[in-house]
């Protein structure tokens, strides 16, 4: 079983940036992972996803070109980069992993206690 834990985040104005980190522990495996942000009131929606093996990944329509997640195995560690952040980015942020490469958070597990961005006008 594996476990997550969100870090990075904060309050920065539009137009900043910042770095997510997910650290995974216990029972580590070759999972893809995923970043997941939720704010007040709204579903949780899909940010971005990295895959083990080939660093695959994919990106929501309202962060491409904006947001960067990589990952490197050897810290089991995977990162968000943003950048041009925006007022309607501020949510609470939270990675999963999923043993099959997916774009729907319920496919994914090990979430942490989320890290809360916050971008201001």
């Known amino acids: 079983q594996v476990q997550l834990e969100e870090s990075g985040g904060g309050l920065v104005q539009a137009g900043g940036s910042l770095r997510l980190s997910c650290v995974a522990s216990g029972r580590t495996s070759s999972f893809n992972t995923g970043w997941f942000r939720q704010a007040p009131g709204k579903e949780r929606e899909f940010v971005a996803a990295i895959s083990y093996f080939t660093a695959y990944t994919h990106y929501a329509d309202s962060v491409k070109d904006r947001f960067t997640i990589s990952r490197d195995n050897a810290k089991n560690t995977v990162y968000l980069q943003m950048t041009s952040l925006k007022p309607e980015d501020t949510a609470i942020y939270y990675c999963?992993?999923?043993?099959?490469?997916?774009?729907?958070?319920?496919?994914?597990?090990?979430w942490g206690q989320g890290t809360q961005v916050t971008v201001s006008s």
């Open positions: 999963g992993a999923a043993a099959m490469w997916s774009l729907a958070s319920q496919q994914y597990s090990g």
